[in-house]
């Protein structure tokens, strides 16, 4: 039974649920369910909690009983969690009369930058260091991937960079939902964005948490490769977030994670731009031995860049932010290399204003 209303957020409800005659933490999810208030007795997903899963320790609201049959909300025929209970009515951006004759229309992204990462929790500081550097009122899109959290509202960054301005608009692909726009891939995600949205640059990534196994290949993560060369199809210019940190305690996190060493040698066909925050002593000697093996590979361009001007501006919005629970200043290398592929991106931008094209 739903206890009390938490907190809200656009498409979601937080409630606390006594649950075995425990008080607990679940969401509802008010496009899918309905609304929910307290006093109402409610069936739960409780499998994520009790395999110790990083949900945030939330269930979800499946079903609330006693509730009349709901009509099949939305509008389009692009369904998402096709062919299981909780399918999703969208309004593809593909097949919207609004928007069709711009997507029939894409030619190419025209070198705009895509800044490619592999967890939600870099998107902020991608978008701060975008924003920090870039010129006048350059447009930031989040295109949204299905590698992990599939519905936006369960993303409790959406709406705070919305709201501040960090990003203007985002656009869910494949069976993520409850972006602004709906995309059958990343694909036509990307020529939304520049199409319909009137992107100026483009950060790519997955909704919270991420599936990880230890193994080479087996994190969803490997995304980031895919479209890094979906970027460059595209005629895009692709800029990767390298995924870094000096406090995870696993070792195969620790500098450059392997995650992106896999899939930038490995799944990364086409050229990308990948931006390393300068580092000094200890740490700059293990990331320089790390890095050696793009440039190895021989199709990618390494640069440094600082990223301390959008954790400056992010700071001074007041938000804050985490990666796997800690913090900036417990997790600096991890944000400062985010944000430096953001400032690297409106570089990038700065360059086409005046005609050039970096490779």
């Keep these: 039974m739903v206890k009390e209303i938490t907190g809200q957020r656009p498409g979601a409800t937080e409630v606390s ?4 005659g425990r008080l607990e933490k679940a969401v509802n999810y008010d496009p899918l369910t309905g609304p929910v208030r307290p ?63 711009r997507i029939h229309g894409f030619r190419s992204l025209d070198g705009m930058p895509v800044v490619v990462g592999e967890l939600h929790s870099q998107v902020a500081a991608v978008a701060a260091g975008f924003k920090a550097w870039a010129p006048g009122q350059c447009r930031l899109v989040y295109v949204m991937t299905d590698g992990a959290a599939l519905p936006a509202a369960f993303s409790r960054t959406i709406p705070l960079l919305k709201n501040t301005g960090l990003v203007e608009a985002v656009v869910t692909a494949g069976h993520a939902f409850g972006g602004d726009l709906e995309a059958v891939n990343i694909y036509t995600a990307l020529i939304a964005a520049k199409e319909v949205l009137d992107a100026a640059c483009v950060v790519v990534a997955m909704g919270p948490g991420i599936v990880g196994t230890g193994t080479r290949y087996g994190f969803t993560g490997i995304e980031q490769g895919e479209i890094i060369n979906t970027a460059a199809v595209l005629g895009g210019q692709p800029v990767a977030v390298v995924r870094m940190s ?32 300068r580092l000094t002593g200890s740490k700059g000697e293990l990331v320089k031995r790390q890095v050696s093996v793009l440039h190895d590979k021989g ?20 938000l804050r932010v985490t990666t796997m629970g800690r913090t900036v200043q417990e997790d600096l290398e991890f944000f400062l290399a985010a944000s430096a592929a953001g400032e690297a991106a409106a570089e990038m931008v700065r360059s086409r204003g005046r005609g050039q094209f970096l490779r």
């Excluded at 649920?17 to 075995?20: E, Q």
């Excluded at 009790?50 to 006693?66: E, K, N, Q």
């Design 39 to 101: 006093g109402d007795r409610v069936v739960l997903n409780t499998t994520a909690v009790r395999l110790g899963l990083g949900t945030g320790g939330y269930h979800f609201v499946i079903h609330v009983l006693g509730r009349d049959e709901r009509a099949l909300q939305g509008s389009g025929y692009l369904m998402k969690a096709r062919y299981t209970p909780c399918q999703v009515r969208c309004q593809g951006v593909e097949e919207d009369p609004r928007y069709v004759d």
């Design 246 to 277: 000096f406090a995870d305690p696993r070792p195969r996190h620790r500098g450059i994670s392997h995650h992106t060493l896999t899939s930038l040698t490995e799944v990364a066909l086409k050229p990308a731009r990948v931006v390393l925050p």
């Design 17 to 20: 649920v006594w649950v075995g």
């Design 299 to 318: 199709i990618h361009l390494v640069v440094e860049g600082d990223g301390q001007a959008g954790l400056d501006l992010l700071d001074g919005l007041g």
